[in-house]
């Protein structure tokens, strides 16, 4: 995998422990978690931030940002604003203006229209119930993402019953060495 380091960004709610990203953060040397103040009532200035702090912990230097979810709509915000401190964004399972409507989530919606200056792929499912297919190749393109569109596996989630996502790690792993 790549050399630089790893920022966790998990999406409403944090990654709880059987997430796939909870299980990956221990085998992935020196990586931090991002921390906004609420993981229940997002507010994006704080989740930006949050990358913010979470780069100063690992040196600031360029980091890989691992996201799932509302956290890939904050990271592609982070890195249209500080660049140099983004390696490349690992996105899973980004939701749409209808899933984050659902979920009460406002003020992420200009993520739709950032084109992010560093390599972006997007890990995507046909049955989120937090996007649809559309809205996640509309997304793709306007990110330039090379984009992994997976079948049945709904919100990539724990709830997915994932575990620790054999698959997902592959994907990393071989995005991160193109870095």
Do not use: K, Y
């Not at 944090?14 to 796939?20: I, L, M, Y």
């Not at 995507?124 to 996640?136: E, K, L, N, R, V």
């Amino acid at each position: 995998m790549s050399t630089a380091p790893v920022v966790v960004a998990p999406g409403v709610n944090g990654s709880g422990p059987q997430h796939w990203q909870s299980l990956w953060l221990p085998g992935m040397a020196g990586a931090v978690r991002t921390a906004p103040h609420s993981w229940d009532v997002p507010e994006r200035e704080d989740w930006i931030a949050s990358f913010d702090r979470a780069s100063d912990d690992i040196g600031g230097g360029p980091a890989l940002v691992v996201a799932h979810s509302l956290g890939c709509r904050a990271a592609v915000l982070w890195a249209a604003r500080a660049p140099e401190r983004v390696a490349g964004l690992f996105c899973v399972a980004p939701p749409d203006a209808a899933g984050m409507a659902r979920a009460g989530v406002v003020g992420f919606d200009d993520a739709d229209h950032v084109r992010p200056p560093v390599p972006v792929l997007l890990v995507t499912s046909d049955d989120d119930p937090c996007a649809t297919p559309g809205s996640s190749r509309a997304l793709g393109a306007a990110w330039g993402a090379s984009t992994v569109a997976l079948d049945g596996l709904g919100h990539v989630n724990a709830d997915s019953g994932l575990g620790p996502w054999p698959q997902g790690w592959h994907l990393l792993v071989a995005f991160a060495a193109g870095l």
